[in-house]
T-cell receptor
């Protein structure tokens, strides 16, 4: 079973606040991903990393930023949250190219 | 045209029914095909992972890939209320050092006792 953890599970914050969504995995996977999921819509890739100090933007434009200082940790930061950022954010990791993704349980963010 | 099309449902069946979930795709370069199951307020979990055309069976679940028709299916036999979830298909291309993974919108399934 995949061991990938996201905190917090739920977050309600006001507009303009800075937030960091945490994601950690204990499998030693090099590749990590952040997806955004809205009801009835496809998962959209917003950031990915192929290893330490490597980060790339995904297909969906996002105002968030990520960092990868340690293999197991891939936090996502929003400097100034807005209501348009309200969504579910899913973190995932994989062993390598072609390997399946393992997902965390997500952070449901609501910006008021 | 979206690269991956999946009927969002919702689909409601009685317990014990055979369920068929389907996705079509337009990009013939897709190499890997996956089905994920997502329970409410949880992340997607991998159910089936296939590479080639044909069938792959795992317990009550069978994944079918038809590359010539660009069509994949997931069959659930003897469906149970615990199978109630959203099922996401996903397809992947890996070329050189990069990859592209595309998800369907998901089909919400309810199995009624």
């Amino acid at each position: 079973e995949a061991d990938i953890y996201q905190t917090p599970r739920y977050l309600v914050i006001g507009t303009g606040k800075k937030i960091t969504l945490e994601c950690s995995q204990t499998m030693g996977h090099d590749k990590m991903y952040w997806y955004q999921q809205d009801p009835g819509m496809e998962l959209h890739l917003i950031h990915y990393s192929y290893g330490v100090n490597s980060t790339e933007k995904g297909d969906l434009s996002s105002e968030s930023t990520v960092s990868r200082i340690r293999t197991e940790h891939f936090p996502l930061t929003l400097e100034s949250a807005r209501p348009s950022h309200t969504s579910q954010y899913l973190c995932a990791s994989s062993l390598g190219l072609g390997s399946p993704l393992h997902f965390g349980n997500g952070t449901r963010l609501t910006v008021t | 045209q979206k690269e991956v099309e999946q009927d969002p449902g919702p689909l409601s069946v009685p317990e014990g029914a055979i369920v068929s979930l389907n996705c079509t795709y337009s990009n013939s370069a897709f190499q890997y095909f996956m089905w994920y199951r997502q329970y409410s307020r949880k992340g997607p979990e991998l159910l089936m992972y296939t590479y080639s055309s044909g069938n792959k069976e795992d317990g009550r679940f069978t994944a079918q890939v038809d590359k010539s028709s660009k069509y994949i299916s997931l069959f659930i036999r003897d469906s149970q209320p615990s199978d109630s979830a959203t099922y996401l298909c996903a397809m992947r291309i890996t070329q050189g050092g990069s990859e592209k993974l595309v998800f369907g919108k998901g089909t919400k399934l309810t199995v009624n006792p």
